[in-house]
């Protein structure tokens, strides 16, 4: 049985699974709320833990540290989809939690997700489940030109479960390059969707209070690169109107239907043809969100503290058109070097910082790698077209490619 929601006053003691950036945001949007805060993370450098009022350094199933979150805490979320869904649900039965462990068990499995995507009427890409070798070969043979997995081709063979910022993928042109890509993936359930056209890619972050209350934030235009979101763009009338209204509907259905409590980004895909089939969600605050903490009268993280923290929701209203640039450690001259990947050669803050509207956010993590999300900025200004012009300046100075 979970614990009943009640609204929990400033000064409570909240709990986060995860201390990553998104849990280090949480942090600040929670501490600012004048909340406490624990960080359940094993690594002691996590950048949530360095910021958390108190850290729990265990693994996230370990029974100590759920038994000690527990006990500080008054309600408790996640930062990470990979949590596992079981530390939720324990956690459920002496305090409130937000997300439920069933919708995020949902979220963490390619093939829950599409089958919920599906019940709720929201169209996605064709894809086949393909949980073996065995099944693999059989799938190839018996359709070998016809349909099923060779119609899926050119696709994407996508690991069912742990994938994030384009890991755990690989693209496959023809029958030979996929049995490769599963080998590759190691032989774990798989699902294979097709290659898409894609014209652009929206996300919908919505919030959904114990009470049944949904509000969302504006939708979101991304842009990825290498499979990692480079760039989010809001403004009314950055994405086509007919399908906004189309995506937030779908959003907040998926919510909906999962009885769903707390911050949830559905992220979508706009085809050549201008529909919108849905790709995945994720079960909790979302970089493409990021900018709503700049941008937008309550951010996705107080958005967050409010769900899990049985408080009202309000509608959030964006006051500045905005850009945001994920900051990656690609960035870094030491590694552009392939050199010591220390600090003494930093990307040029003190130029960026010139430019209007720039807003800095780093995520305090030492070490800087390629594909390594290090921080983003968020650019705001009163119009679309000077938001991207002092985006573009921005990039040109950190020596992100041009978009
Ligand atoms: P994240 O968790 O960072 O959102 P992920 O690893 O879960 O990423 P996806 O969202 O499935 O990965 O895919 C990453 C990107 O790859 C998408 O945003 C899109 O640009 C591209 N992509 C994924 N699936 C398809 C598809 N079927 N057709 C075309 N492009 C695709
Ligand atoms: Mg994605």
Partial sequence: MSVAFKPLAPGATLGVLGGGQLGRMWVHAAQSMGFQTVVLDPDPQSPAGLVSHQHIQTDYLDPAGLQQMAAACQAATTEFENVPADALAQLAEKIQVAPNAHAVAVAQDRRLEKTHFVKCGVPVAPFAVIASSVELEAVLKQNLGKTNAVSLLPGILKTARMGYDGKGQVRVRNPQELLDAFKQLGGVPCVLEKMLPLKAEYSVIVARGHDGAIVHLPIQHNVHRDGILAMTQVWPGVCDSA?????????????????????????????????????????????????????????????????????????????????????????????????????????????????????????????????????????????????RAVAKQAATILGIAAF
């Fill in 243 to 387: 399908l906004e209204i189309q995506a937030i509907n779908a959003a907040k259905s998926i919510a909906q239907e999962l009885q769903y409590i707390g911050v949830l980004c559905v992220e979508f895909f706009v085809l050549e043809d201008n529909t919108l089939v849905v790709n995945e969600i994720a079960p909790r605050p979302h970089n493409s969100g990021h900018y709503s903490l700049d941008a937008c009268d309550v951010s996705q993280f107080e958005l967050q503290l409010r769900c899990m923290g049985g408080l009202p929701l309000t509608q959030p209203r964006q006051h500045s058109p905005a850009v945001m640039l994920n900051l990656l450690g690609d960035i870094w001259p030491a590694i552009k070097l392939g050199s010591d990947p220390n600090f003494s050669n930093l990307p040029q803050w003190g130029k960026v910082l010139t430019l209007p509207g720039v807003h800095l956010h780093l995520y305090g993590k030492s070490e800087a790698r390629k594909g390594r999300k290090m921080g983003h900025l968020t650019i705001t200004a009163s119009t679309a077209d000077q938001a």
